[in-house]
């Protein structure tokens, strides 16, 4: 009976002592885990605040169409390349998909650019987001604004030179229709601008003139 008694004391300890540790085993991974599960929580409602690039595109697209909605704009290239010009003329769209759209403010002197000719320009560029919040233009960046930002040019229809290929397809496009001198408002989304900003996601409107030597 003795032993009988002891081990039933013994086993009634064991239960005991094990019951406490796991009380004390719950309450830690209470401390830890539902602290953790909060940190989760809030890790995970951060990235799905982080718009995908479809979403970036989207608004890329609604910025571009606030601007455009006060401007005229004709969709296709006139038949005989003659254009609007000035500073009421209508936006051209240069590029089917809407990427690129074009104001004529000077026709330029008439020489027409070679393939592989060196093209020099000066240009200031406005973020049109700015546009969509404020109504205005707001603040333009660029060389023919801050000199000390140099010079920039890219050869025609080069698409092999890097330092052609990094101003995108966007700023070329007005010479394929105009001449040495022009004058052109450029509206130019992401994926036809500047190479290295692309997934940047910003529509840009350029004010842009062409020259065929550097001390023009």
Not at 10 to 38: D, E, G
Not at 50 to 67: C, G, H, P, T, W
Not at 151 to 160: D, I, V, W
Request: hydrophobic content about 35%; charged content about 20%; overall charge neutral.
């Amino acid at each position: 009976e003795m032993c009988i008694r002891d081990r039933y004391i013994n086993l009634h300890t064991i239960i005991m002592i094990t019951t406490k540790l796991t009380n004390k085993i719950m309450k830690l991974t209470h401390r830890i885990f539902f602290p953790a599960l909060a940190l989760m929580a809030i890790l995970i409602s951060g990235c799905s605040d982080k718009k995908s690039y479809a979403d970036l595109l989207k608004d890329e697209s609604q910025a571009v169409n606030i601007f455009l909605s006060d401007n005229r704009v004709i969709l296709d290239i006139p038949a005989d390349s003659v254009f609007e010009v000035g500073e009421n003329a209508p936006y051209y769209r240069l590029e089917p998909d809407g990427n690129v759209y074009m104001q004529v403010l000077d026709n330029g002197n008439g020489e027409k650019v070679k393939d592989n000719a060196q093209v020099f320009f000066r240009f200031t560029r406005y973020n049109l987001y700015d546009y969509q919040n404020t109504g205005q233009l707001g603040n333009g960046a660029g060389n023919s604004i801050d000199t000390s930002a140099g010079t920039a040019s890219f050869r025609f229809n080069n698409t092999t030179l890097s330092s052609s290929t990094q101003w995108g397809q966007g700023v070329q496009m007005p010479l394929k229709f105009l001449s040495y001198d022009c004058h052109v408002r450029i509206l130019i989304k992401s994926q036809y601008g500047v190479y290295s900003e692309i997934s940047n996601v910003i529509p840009y409107l350029y004010d842009v003139r062409y020259f065929k030597s550097i001390s023009e």
